[in-house]
């Protein structure tokens, strides 16, 4: 019974392709993240939802689209992919009010652009 | 604008050792502090999480320390086993639940 699931695990793709990562979870869970983990093993956040609602939303290139259907779900859509879209990417959950701010991860979801 | 730093950036220790991890952030206004450890193709586990009025979480083999006022945080893990070798993750928290991150360190405990 997996708790946040990201799908596919791995993704190679040619540039300038259209791609999409889907995440789920079944903790419910009012709010969740994607992160992007560079060469260096840095995450960084990228969008976080609460409630279907975008809270934040860092400086990332608008070739990438959260999308969330309900708040179980948050997939990523990226647009005309590039070499340096290339890393790790993971989708998060949490609610604060119940598990004081513990996010739960997925497995990552390693995308390779050649 | 917040940095997390984790030193050092690997560390390998004989099974059976007592080893202790770093942690330090520029910003003393945190909400909490995390630490996570990352397996290769498997997701960030969370292990301990410390709220910024508390100084110390124990679980199992595992204390986290905080210092808010220096900016520090220490993991400390006792008798290390080789089933400890994974990547260890710190993260500070601000109050929107926004989450810094340092670089993390890889550890081995070697059998």
């Known amino acids: 019974d997996t708790a946040v699931s990201q799908t596919p695990k791995y993704l190679v793709t040619q540039m300038g392709n259209d791609k999409s990562i889907k995440c789920e979870q079944n903790l419910g869970h009012d709010t969740m993240y994607w992160y992007k983990q560079d060469s260096k093993k840095f995450l960084k956040i990228m969008f976080s939802?609460?409630?279907?609602?975008?809270?934040i939303n860092e400086t990332v290139p608008n070739r990438f689209s959260p999308k969330s259907p309900d708040k179980a779900h948050l997939n990523l859509h990226i647009n005309s992919l590039e070499l340096g879209d290339s890393a790790v990417y993971f989708c998060a959950s949490s609610h604060p009010g119940l598990t004081k701010n513990i996010q739960y991860f997925g497995a990552g979801t390693r995308l390779s652009v050649l | 604008k917040q940095e997390v730093t984790q030193i050092p950036a690997a560390l390998s220790v004989p099974e059976g050792e007592n080893l202790v991890l770093n942690c330090s952030f520029t910003?003393?206004?945190?909400?909490?502090l995390q630490w996570f450890r990352q397996d290769p193709g498997k997701g960030l586990t969370s292990l301990l999480l410390?709220?910024?009025s508390q100084r110390e979480q124990t679980s199992g083999r595992l204390n986290a320390s905080l210092d808010k006022s220096s900016g520090r945080s220490t993991l400390y893990i006792a008798a290390s086993q080789p089933g400890d070798s994974a990547t260890y993750l710190c993260a500070v928290s601000d109050s929107n639940y926004q989450l810094i991150w340092g670089a993390g360190t890889k550890l081995i405990i070697k059998p």
């Open positions: 910003d003393s206004a945190i909400y909490n």
């Open positions: 939802y609460n409630n279907k609602e975008l809270i």
């Open positions: 410390i709220q910024s």
